[in-house]
């Protein structure tokens, strides 16, 4: 199979062939159809997570078909159309999966950073942490679903039912969570790069009431912030948009250190929370939810070797929603 391999040299990905590895007795072989791509995946050739499974096959917004399970898989069977997420794997036994907290789980496996992912025609995923697909979803729009959609979702429960929202940073998780939230009733302001009129733009035809820059102070006080880019000088820009116990999510895996700010914008009650990874309770809600909205992507399709073209739009900004890779 042809596979975009990161070897840790430089911060390019090769295309490579090689073997079409076999599943173990819980896993299932996938044939990709689709890999979103998502900023994660910038950070981890960017050097900013640390300790990533070399050499790496990058990629955990996937969906493909099942073509060969293990001898122990339940639950799907080759021809089934399943999306793989960004945690691939947990223990099980510790106090953080048995409490719920699976997301937490000191030993958990991530796809695409510590499991090899879906820049590939072909992948390897544990069944159990596969999500059952309708095959009746396009794969290309489905595909951002699956890290997007779903940390976008955590982050938005995490911000509570405040009607009044804040999203800074508007590249895919954004434009996913504004629909959600719009459907929910809510008021959402969205906050972009200075002068980035065209994203601002977007979001409006979207459903928000106002966008700005992320400097601009919003029309009215917020109830929740969810801060998507990874840029640490925004958290006390959205705590100073909050009124009184409200809440500043930031929803990204890796962020620049956070200035130091008064603590009078922080008094009132006002809080930070991180969002880390998902669990498999998060995908069944939000994969369930999104069809009913619904939540239409906007996505923008390479093939398999432009992936290093791929991520040098998203790293300049150049993307109106997500870009998807299609073996």
Same mark, same amino acid.
């Given at each position: 199979?042809?596979?975009?391999?990161?070897?840790?040299?430089?911060?390019?990905?090769?295309?490579?062939?090689?073997?079409?590895?076999?599943?173990?007795?819980?896993?299932?072989?996938?044939?990709?159809?689709?890999?979103?791509?998502?900023?994660?995946?910038?950070?981890?050739?960017?050097?900013?997570?640390?300790?990533?499974?070399?050499?790496?096959?990058?990629?955990?917004?996937?969906?493909?078909?099942?073509?060969?399970?293990?001898?122990?898989?339940?639950?799907?069977?080759?021809?089934?159309r399943v999306g793989i997420p960004w945690l691939g794997w947990t223990c099980g036994t510790?106090?953080?999966?048995?409490?719920?907290?699976?997301?937490?789980?000191?030993?958990?496996?991530?796809?695409?950073?510590?499991?090899?992912?879906?820049?590939?025609?072909?992948?390897?995923?544990?069944?159990?942490?596969?999500? $059952?697909?309708?095959?009746?979803?396009?794969?290309?729009?489905?595909?951002?679903?699956?890290?997007?959609?779903?940390?976008?979702?955590?982050?938005?429960?995490?911000?509570?039912?405040?009607?009044?929202?804040?999203?800074?940073?508007?590249?895919?998780?954004?434009?996913?969570?504004?629909?959600?939230?719009?459907?929910?009733?809510?008021?959402?302001?969205?906050?972009?790069?200075?002068?980035?009129?065209?994203?601002?733009?977007?979001?409006?035809?979207?459903?928000?009431?106002?966008?700005?820059?992320?400097?601009?102070?919003?029309?009215?006080?917020?109830?929740?912030?969810?801060?998507?880019?990874?840029?640490?000088?925004?958290?006390?820009?959205?705590?100073?948009?909050?009124?009184?116990?409200?809440?500043?999510?930031?929803?990204?895996?890796?962020?620049?250190?956070?200035?130091?700010?008064?603590?009078?914008?922080?008094?009132?009650?006002?809080?930070?929370?991180?969002?880390?990874?998902?669990?498999?309770?998060?995908?069944?809600?939000?994969?369930?939810?999104?069809?009913?909205?619904?939540?239409?992507?906007?996505?923008?399709?390479? $093939?398999?070797e432009a992936a290093n073209e791929a991520l040098a739009n998203l790293r300049e900004g150049?993307?109106?929603?997500?870009?998807?890779?299609? $073996?």
């Amino acid at each position: 199979m042809k596979a975009m391999v990161f070897t840790g040299l430089g911060r390019s990905l090769e295309c490579r062939d090689i073997l079409v590895p076999s599943p173990s007795r819980e896993q299932v072989l996938v044939k990709v159809m689709a890999c979103a791509v998502c900023r994660t995946d910038l950070h981890v050739v960017d050097g900013e997570l640390p300790k990533p499974k070399l050499p790496l096959i990058l990629g955990h917004e996937i969906v493909g078909e099942v073509v060969i399970v293990g001898a122990e898989v339940t639950g799907l069977r080759a021809g089934d159309r399943v999306g793989i997420p960004w945690l691939g794997w947990t223990c099980g036994t510790c106090e953080y999966c048995l409490s719920g907290r699976e997301n937490l789980c000191d030993a958990a496996k991530f796809t695409g950073y510590t499991l090899n992912g879906g820049y590939a025609e072909y992948t390897v995923a544990d069944s159990r942490f596969c999500f $059952p697909l309708s095959r009746d979803m396009d794969p290309v729009s489905a595909s951002p679903w699956l890290c997007a959609g779903l940390i976008g979702y955590r982050s938005l429960v995490k911000a509570g039912e405040g009607r009044r929202l804040g999203l800074y940073g508007f590249g895919a998780a954004a434009h996913i969570i504004l629909q959600v939230a719009r459907h929910q009733g809510r008021e959402v302001c969205a906050f972009t790069r200075a002068g980035d009129t065209a994203a601002q733009e977007f979001a409006r035809e979207l459903g928000a009431v106002w966008a700005g820059g992320s400097n601009d102070s919003p029309p009215f006080e917020l109830d929740a912030a969810i801060i998507f880019a990874p840029v640490g000088a925004l958290v006390p820009l959205a705590l100073r948009s909050l009124r009184k116990g409200g809440v500043v999510v930031c929803g990204g895996i890796h962020m620049s250190d956070i200035p130091a700010f008064p603590y009078a914008d922080l008094w009132g009650e006002r809080s930070i929370v991180s969002v880390a990874n998902l669990t498999r309770r998060d995908g069944l809600e939000f994969l369930a939810m999104a069809p009913a909205v619904p939540v239409r992507t906007e996505t923008h399709a390479f $093939p398999l070797e432009a992936a290093n073209e791929a991520l040098a739009n998203l790293r300049e900004g150049r993307l109106r929603g997500a870009a998807v890779l299609v $073996p």
